[in-house]
């Protein structure tokens, strides 16, 4: 991955000195706007106008050029014609100048000449270590430091939220709601076209900023996928990231041979990224902001039961209705709530939830009503909603439920219903860190992104189990099908060669064999039994089903004569150009089972995509697909079935028809998983129907289309994901003094109750040299920090052995590459007590692990 050193950014975002080449004094341009904001909002730093034709503008001294600039700046800001933008760009990295934003319009947008331009400016980029912000952006804004190094018409207001947008015109638009909104940002930040600095750096940038505490951002494209991805994984688990995707509806351009490729479009692929990372994806602009700023201010939710508290019946059954729409619950109150409740309110209150506290509650009912349901175990959050009444004081109110939530650790929620009648009752509960919603509605969806949050996260990080997996001996064989195919300029593996890839990998599939003649084919049938099934074989031909090429249930020789001849006709009539080489002859599985999909699709962005749904003939009309991304584990293969409606069928949700066995499915698909994190010539996968019952797994029909461009080269290890997988290069062997035997590994996500073992053999010594402190319990929300690690950016090497037949961690080294320049590491080492002073050394295992 190339990594150019991140620390620059800190050029661009807290410079001491910029040149703003392109200044003017003409009212209404670019450079007139820029310059006006970088010298009138109070920034300290020294700014330098640049431009050959004045020696003043707005009143500054100004400089032909960065050459002639009495000293050194940190950054350019670039507002001049696209043809003249390399030239500069040169000149400013001979003169040092690390960071720079390019205002200019006019690269890729205008063709092969734009193309050039920015192709030029990358290679100086490189030549002089340089980062680069847009072209084509509206620029920067740091409030804290009062810099508005934008074209922007206002200044934003600080805060702890980093904004990062690919839109310009979008940037002002939301600047000037969020003005109004009095919502504050640590960094506001327009990318343009992301010739160099991309949301993967900032999100890495901003992730270790002090000043943000949450990341939102406005995508229509990612341009380095694996970069993203690492960045975002690594830091959505300590800083709320929240995104928009735009394009929602638009599909992959490439045309789909398989039925993977028809059901994966781009906007689902961006959506299981953002899963996969513990990204929160919203719908709307303001719903940004509102789970950033509700994510800074209140505790997550533990769980989706919700009970809402009103004066008036209808935004109750409204808010009702919002939440079971999004799968949100309403609490169940306890009885002893109930009771409680009782208590204080008038006899004819709602007796359930929503809880109706009557048109005519008092600042004190509200704040009883508040108390009560904070101790009920039942309930995780609360919307309170106030519509204003005769006899209702919506301030008092405010400063009564305020109070009544002080030192509050569920979520809390409010809806003020109105404008100028609670304008005033707004700003108190926003001052008390309340948020607050103009209707009710507005305030579920933002609880139910925020529990979508953190289960999300708890799904993602749970503990996989150890699966069973059979190693590859060698990919050769395989290999070699594929450059046979290529060299027959095939990009579809006949059906035979599909299914030896997935049994080279442990899947299991229906015995499959070749005839070239309908009489080969009755003695194949003889020797495997009946009843069979009958398919036609052609490498033009990929759906048989469309074409009337497969005959199912043939119980004699009679059947399948008579079938040979109906397919191969049939075959011929629809694809008379289709070469065809004869049937393939299958054991017809007459166990009942449930017909399921899975498949693989190589995203132009993201890499490998692979998709699992409702299988068999009917599959694009049911369209009941979830999708992931390898490496899998046992969990997150879960997780993708657990989003298909088919999962419940998978459960045994038919009467008299048992469950499937769900274990070997999550096995299957990690082994498929495997497949393609080894076979970056694979472009689409099919397997389906994959048969799926209470006994087993088994693949009924295969489809593989290779990617003829890379059949006979050989990538860089796994540069076709986004995400690293176990690097199994870093395993070693090696004894002890006692002559144990240890297995020198990666961590993996698996090993969190190993992990767990070797953290209890710590002595308080031991403790104190690892961690700095004595820990009496781990929580699996530590555990899983140590074992759930991204291999591009950490590793960890662990010595496991056998102690009295049970696998046991005896010490793990960890290297953490330090953003933001990833060119330095934090290396921690611990043994376990038990097995120090064994010859296993922190300089063996970290020399081990630098030498690899």
């Not at 940037?171 to 009095?182: F, G, R, V």
């Not at 900032?202 to 002090?210: A, Q, R, S």
């Not at 009295?804 to 953490?816: A, D, H, N, P, S």
Request: glycine share 8%.
């Amino acid at each position: 991955m190339d990594r150019l050193s991140l620390q620059v950014l800190s050029k661009i975002f807290d410079p001491e000195s910029i040149a703003l080449i392109g200044a003017s004094d003409e009212e209404g341009t670019v450079g007139h706007t820029l310059l006006r904001n970088l010298i009138g909002v109070g920034y300290r730093g020294v700014v330098y106008p640049v431009n050959p034709r004045k020696t003043s503008i707005q009143g500054i001294q100004a400089y032909p050029n960065v050459e002639k600039l009495p000293r050194r700046v940190d950054l350019a800001i670039i507002a001049t014609p696209s043809r003249t933008v390399s030239g500069i760009v040169e000149e400013c990295g001979k003169a040092g100048i690390q960071g720079a934003i390019i205002i200019s319009a006019g690269f890729k947008e205008i063709g092969s000449e734009g193309k050039d331009i920015v192709n030029k400016i990358l290679e100086l980029k490189r030549r002089y270590n340089m980062r680069i912000i847009g072209p084509n952006c509206l620029g920067i804004i740091r409030p804290h430091i009062k810099l508005n190094a934008s074209f922007a018409s206002k200044m934003a207001l600080p805060g702890n939220i980093a904004f990062i947008s690919q839109s310009g015109a979008l940037c002002t638009a939301i600047l000037d709601w969020a003005n109004s909104e009095n919502i504050g940002f640590s960094n506001f930040v327009s990318l343009g076209s992301m010739i160099d600095v991309d949301f993967g750096d900032l999100i890495d940038y901003f992730g270790t900023d002090p000043r943000t505490k949450s990341i939102i951002m406005y995508i229509e494209g990612i341009t380095n996928a694996r970069k993203f991805m690492s960045a975002a994984r690594h830091f959505a688990r300590t800083k709320p990231i929240i995104v928009v995707k735009s394009g929602k509806f638009g599909e992959s351009a490439k045309a789909a041979t398989s039925h993977t490729g028809a059901l994966t479009g781009e906007d689902e692929v961006y959506g299981a990224a953002f899963r996969r990372s513990g990204m929160i994806r919203v719908e709307e602009i303001e719903d940004l902001f509102n789970c950033s700023e509700v994510l800074g201010l209140q505790p997550n939710p533990k769980g989706p039961n919700l009970a809402i508290i009103t004066n008036a019946g209808g935004p109750g059954v409204m808010a009702t209705d919002a939440l079971i729409a999004r799968g949100g619950k309403l609490a169940h109150l306890s009885p002893d709530t109930g009771r409680a409740l009782n208590a204080v309110l008038p006899p004819y209150w709602s007796k359930g939830n929503p809880i109706d506290i009557l048109g005519d509650a008092t600042p004190e009912r509200y704040a009883e009503v508040v108390k009560i349901c904070r101790q009920d175990d039942n309930i995780d959050g609360l919307l309170i909603i106030l519509t204003p009444q005769g006899v209702t004081d919506a301030a008092e109110t405010a400063i009564a439920v305020a109070e009544a939530c002080k030192g509050a650790t569920k979520t809390i929620l409010t809806s003020w219903m109105g404008r100028d009648d609670v304008r005033e009752a707004n700003e108190i509960l926003n001052r008390n860190k309340l948020p607050t919603y103009s209707t009710p509605e507005q305030a579920v969806k933002t609880y139910m992104y925020m529990y979508q949050y953190t289960r999300n996260l708890e799904q993602l990080y749970e503990t996989p189990e150890e699966l069973p997996m059979e190693l590859l001996s060698s990919k050769q064989p395989l290999i070699e099908v594929i450059q046979k195919a290529s060299k027959e300029n095939r990009e579809i593996l006949t059906e035979t060669e599909a299914k030896s890839f997935l049994e080279a990998y442990g899947i299991p599939t229906v015995e499959t064999r070749f005839a070239g003649t309908e009489d080969e084919a009755v003695s194949i049938a003889d020797d495997m039994g009946y009843p069979v099934v009958l398919k036609i074989y052609s490498t033009q031909i990929t759906h048989k089903t469309d074409v009337g090429g497969v005959a199912l249930n043939l119980k004699n020789e009679t059947e399948l004569r008579e079938a040979c001849r109906r397919i191969l006709e049939a075959a011929k009539k629809h694809e008379p150009a289709a070469q065809i080489q004869g049937v393939v002859v299958q054991s017809m599985i007459t166990d009942p089972g449930y017909e399921v999909i899975l498949g693989s699709k190589k995203d132009p962005v993201f890499g490998p995509v692979i998709l699992f749904g409702m299988g068999g003939i009917l599959v694009e009309l049911y369209k009941d697909r979830a999708i992931g991304f390898p490496p899998l584990n046992q969990t997150l293969a879960r997780r993708i079935m657990e989003s298909t409606k088919a999962y419940q069928l998978l459960k045994g949700f038919r009467k008299g028809m048992p469950p499937a066995n769900i274990k070997r499915l999550e096995e299957v698909m990690v082994k498929f998983s495997e497949m393609l994190v080894d076979f970056p010539q694979i472009d689409e996968v099919d397997i389906n129907p994959l048969l799926a019952n209470s006994r087993g797994v088994i693949a009924l029909d295969a489809r593989i289309v290779i990617d003829k461009d890379v059949a006979f080269e050989k990538p860089p290890l796994h540069s076709h994901l986004i995400i690293s997988p176990y690097p199994k290069k870093y395993e070693w062997k090696w004894k002890t003094k006692d002559g144990r035997d240890v297995m020198l590994r990666p961590i993996r996500p698996e090993d969190e109750p190993l992990e767990n073992e070797l953290w209890k053999t710590f002595s308080e010594e031991t403790q104190r040299f690892r961690f700095f402190s004595l820990v009496k319990t781990w929580e699996h929300t530590t555990l899983v920090r140590y074992t759930n690690i991204d291999y591009d950016r950490e590793i960890a090497i662990i010595a496991e052995s056998t102690d009295k037949g049970e696998r046991r961690m005896l010490g793990v080294v960890r290297m953490i590459m330090e953003p933001p320049d990833f060119r330095t590491a934090e290396v921690a080492i611990v043994i376990g007590d038990p097995w120090q002073r064994l010859g296993l050394k922190a300089s063996r295992l970290i020399s081990h692990q630098w030498a690899k």
